[in-house]
């Protein structure tokens, strides 16, 4: 369960990797950053609401942790819009490598800020969620396979909040204009899209899907470190690649998948060796199947 | 992959080349400029432990580690400089040469021939460790490189976090965390030792004197110098700037991308493994921790300073950025360390400033990309390729800029 659970955070970040991936082919390295601002986010609006402290003695403060990731949420977002248009609009036109360059700096300014805010040490995230296993509550026994609230509550967020972005590219009229814009974006700007705009909000929904996942890894994993974003970022990005990058749909499966296989690395090798396992992961994908799961043909484009 | 074309026949040199090589790409104004830069860069490179020594500024054992950086960005200067390719793990190999050395030299080696005190010789070493390296670049580079640049990136990155890993996780073979230590020294032959003894009064010393650290590796850095710029002009370079800034017409061409790819990355590989041998042999001990992205992303800030693709502009942002990294911070430091004890403040006092240089290269990078996205020093080349498209008569600019490049 863990492997899912984890999952569900990395297909979250991964979304966000794709969106951008798929409408301007921009790995964007500061997403992963991104995230893990956002769990400091998370960290201090809880601490200023006075729940900074220990487990279980008031119960779930529903209401601070649902603030808590709207702050994270609309940070996030809005952090990222900023970024890209500093750090990304101005180098549309130039080369491939300038915008990705410019993204690692943004990547390190993020790293900072992280560094400066919460010190280098690990922080402690409040353990604000009921300790709940359904399997051995409701069985009575306890197994390994545990499924606790926990694991209920970050996936009955993040499932929603999937399916939401999906209905939002299917079905609105901003939706539309993303996939236009990801098809061919001079065709779309003849049509009257305003590319800048679609942009900016593809980089706010990434933004606002990271930012919800910064709480349910907060909650679940109960620390943050400001190297967090590293990480997660290469998970994330290797699962939007094994789903087959630009596919927001494979990002979804591929973050998945690669929850659960990054658990298993875990209980078999070690937790060293989780990292090693994913990005090996990685290369055999890149190796044998490029596009990933479910992508298209993308193939060697200059 | 797309069926390779067949070869066509090598062209004959269509100038004439003297032994001077490199120079004759350039002709008139530029070719002098460029005796005289190359001149007067030697000249100062052996003169400086001198005037270092004269002035009593104690640099010497700051410049070895700006100089070996030096090294480092000079061969991540052909991959993404030369053939455009963004390499984000290039510490990976620069922790491999290192361990190589470590493994051959060291009497903690986990070969037990070496740890019998059978160790390799230093600058057979050296070599071998830039082979591995470059074999590693080749077993990276193969899978990756058929695909589009930023796979490559990414991949690199993930291979960057990998290596220090695994050699933190096999303790039983690296010693972990721990480190190697020690690691064997350069062995000066008997009677160049004489020679030197007779002119200067003492035999060389590696192990207590940095001096001859200092001159191994401004030796190595010119080697560096003189194989990346033969390499620039030469039928490969052509085939990597070709590659560089339109792959599908250098396809068609009869370039075959993926082993031009290769070669560039595996010769990367190489200048970091190489550099790596003589690193781990100057500090006598390696730890994972030395070689972690924030090394990578030091290199690439140099070549991005000074100038993408540009010998002369990646060596003076090398020597910016290691200047501003050992001398200036520390600086920096004493002046923030000085107010802070004249005023009393004990915040101010015990601040470190290059706490922060991650940051400031961050916004460098930003700002280098925003504002001058081809460095300091630019090659004309790649000038005219980052101001293509902002200009209206983008193509015009850059047939001229093709024509300076012949021109210099």
Redesign the interface.
Known sequence: MIGITNGAFIALIALGYTLVYGII?L?NFAHGDLFMLGTFVCLSTLTLLGFSTEVGTTGTPWFALLLAMIAAMIFCGVLNVLAER??YR??R??????????A??????F??IG??WQGPTPQRFPDLLPQYDFVSQLFGFTTLIRFTFKDLFVLSLAIPLMLGLAWVIRSTRMGKAMRAVAQDSEMAQQMGIDVNRVIAFTFLLGGVLAGAASLMYGLYNNNTVFTLG??AG?KA??AA?LGGIGNVNGAALGGFVLGLLAALTVTYAGG??E??G??SL??II??FK?TGLLGQE?G??? | ??PNPPKPKPNPPARGRSTLGWWYTATGKARERKLWGTAIGIGAALLFPLVNSALGLGWEAKSIPITLFIVLALGLNVV?GFA?L?D?GYAAFFAIGAYTMAFLTSTVSPIGFVREGNHVNFFLAMFVSAGVAAVFGVL?GA??L??????L???T???G??VP??I??TPEITKGTQGMNPIGYPEVPGFANDIVAQVTGAPIRFAIDPIPWYYLIVAVLMLSVLITARLRTSRVGRAWAAMRE???AAASMGIN?VSTKLFAFALGASFSGFAGSVWASYLQVIAPEQFD?SVS?FV?CMI?LGGLGNIGGVIAGGLLLGFVDRVLFDWINGFVHGIGSAIGNEDLRLMDVS??R??I???????M??LR?EGLFPSARVRA??HA??EDEGAVEQERAVLVDIER
């Open positions: 082919e790995i500093i750090a101005p180098l036109r130039a080369p491939r490598l300038a915008p990705l360059i410019s690692i700096g943004v990547s390190f300014v790293v900072n560094l400066f590293f990480t290469l990005f290797t690649v060293q060796w990292n090693v994913v990005f990685l290369v890149l190796v490029p993308t060697e484009k200059a | 992959m797309k993404v455009g963004l984000l990276l899978p990756t058929r695909l589009r640049g930023d796979y990136a990414i991949v990155l993930g291979f976090e990998i890993l695994v933190k996780n339109d792959e599908v991308l992205f992303i690439l991005i706490r922060s991650q940051l290269f961050g916004i460098a990078l930003v700002a990309m925003l996205p390729e980052l498209a902002e």
